[in-house]
């Protein structure tokens, strides 16, 4: 059973940056690299939303709201995925959540990211 933890979540002021972790654990031998993963979010009343999506190999995907602003990477030896937020608009507030794509179907706690002045 692959779990995912997220971190890096915070309260950041309008324009600013900040890098969300992804730690996986119960991936056993090469499972995860071969992973397509993907960084969700979520605000209250919304459906979850993919946010942006990187093969094994590094291929990435964003959705064009975030596309230019958002750089997804992972460390396969580390079973880690990252998520760099820079020039955070108000819209970008919400938990963050990852999960492979198509997600399993259970979930972490995510992290919170409130941009706000």
């Known amino acids: 059973q692959i779990e995912f933890v997220e971190s890096g979540g915070d309260l950041v002021q309008p324009g600013g940056s900040l890098r969300l972790s992804c730690a996986a654990s119960?991936?056993?031998?090469?499972?995860?690299?071969?992973?397509?993963m993907g960084w969700y979010r979520q605000t209250p009343g919304k459906q979850r939303e993919l946010v942006a999506t990187i093969t094994g190999r590094g291929t990435t995907n964003l959705a064009n709201s975030v596309k230019g602003r958002f750089t997804i990477s992972r460390d396969n030896a580390e079973n880690t995925m990252y998520l760099e937020m820079n020039s955070l608009q108000d819209e970008d507030t919400a938990v963050y959540y990852c999960?492979?794509?198509?997600?399993?179907?259970?979930w972490g706690q995510g992290t919170q990211v409130t941009v706000s002045s």
């Open positions: 119960g991936a056993s031998g090469d499972i995860f690299k071969v992973l397509i």
């Open positions: 999960n492979k794509s198509p997600p399993f179907s259970s």
